[in-house]
């Protein structure tokens, strides 16, 4: 009952910045975890980051921490992902995830709705 659109992807080149942005719809949005995952040609979906429902604790890849900063505004039912320091290797279809609980897990079968992705390509 939770619909998910991700934005903001596009082509940028090594060392920039691109923010991603994910607008939930269908429920209250604030009931919530939402998390970040990738997935690049040929390999697995992996974790990036996630929020609780306040927005007060977040969780990181060890590959993103540092660059990558998750927040979420629950009065414009939207999380945020924004990406510094941009890699090749950070080139992935990148997918927002609810979680109908609150703690903000890094495992890809605890979410219970997906977005439909948007496309993040990093030129060397």
């Known amino acids: 009952q939770v619909q998910l659109v991700e934005s903001g992807g596009g082509l940028v080149q090594d060392g920039g910045s691109l923010r991603l942005s994910c607008a939930a719809t269908g429920r209250t949005f604030s009931n919530y975890a939402m998390g970040w995952f990738r997935q690049a040609p040929g390999k697995e979906r992996e974790f990036v980051a996630a929020?609780?429902?306040?927005?007060?604790?977040?969780n990181y890849a060890d590959v993103v921490k540092g660059r990558f900063t998750i927040s979420r505004d629950n009065a414009k039912n939207t999380v945020y992902l924004q990406m510094n320091s941009l890699k090749f290797e950070d080139t992935a279809v990148y997918y927002c995830?609810?979680?109908?609980?609150?703690?903000?897990?890094?495992?890809?079968?605890?979410?219970?709705?997906w977005g439909q992705g948007t496309q993040v390509t990093v030129s060397s």
């Open positions: 929020v609780n429902r306040s927005g007060f604790n977040t």
């Open positions: 995830a609810a979680r109908f609980r609150g703690l903000p897990t890094a495992t890809m079968n605890e979410y219970d709705y």
